[in-house]
């Protein structure tokens, strides 16, 4: 069965360690969209930080954002969901003794709690600058207009995301997952990076076995189990190796393009 669609996690996968896509990447990539394969970015980036990568790749891209929660073909959105303004205000008071802020993306919009290091560094990275909220306004307001977040996250020193996780994770109002160790990212309960692989290829007409994944992280691991080929990143974690059907090189490495190469008679 040849591949028709390739999914893409962008963090520690198809963006190097400096935030650019390699030259041989970017070209074996346009090479298989040249073919008819379509592609698709499914991270757990906000809408505007996906743009440089767009960009730099200059081809058509489906965006899967805020963790598969707000999927774009261009600029439509062709699916959303959203958190509870309860689960939200919940898992705020879980982290809120431990005084770091509470990152809210809500479509294209990104606020935090507060800022700190994480957050100021962050800005820097996407150029683009979180709105300060106070949450308890923030949830009011969506309360009446019977909408929330697509996602929440934490961000903090790997320790303490470790620590918040075993707090959150018995929650059964959302599911979660680090795509990063300094990052937990929380969404709604069934929705994953896996399920937006599937809402995609039933925009675009696909079989889900004639897609291929690439993810390094814990929350790309449900889009490698449901994808025809998963391909787990040199520098991922030991559990999406162990899942993976072909372990490239790293995202430091043209990892993407190596993998293109070695599946090539699938193209």
Known sequence: MKCRMLCLD?????????????RADRDAIRRAAASGVKVALVTGRMPAATDSAVVQLGIPCIRACNAGTYILKGEQCIHAEYLPVKSMMGIYESIRPFGIPLWIFRDRQWFVTAKDRFVEEEETLIHY????????????????EHTGPNKVLVGTEPLLVQEIYGILRSRKDADMACSSENFLEIFPRGMNKGKALRLICGEEGVDVRETMAFGDQELDIPMLEEAGIAVAMGNGIA?????????????????????LEHYRDLF
Request: proline share 0%.
């Open 10 to 22: 962008l963090d520690g996968t198809l963006l190097t360690d400096g935030k650019a896509i390699g």
């Open 129 to 144: 600058g979180a709105e300060t909220v106070d949450v308890e306004i923030l949830a009011r307001k969506w309360e009446i």
């Open 239 to 259: 559990e999406i190796k162990r899942r993976a059907d072909f372990i490239t090189k790293t995202n430091n490495e043209s990892g993407i393009a190596h993998a």
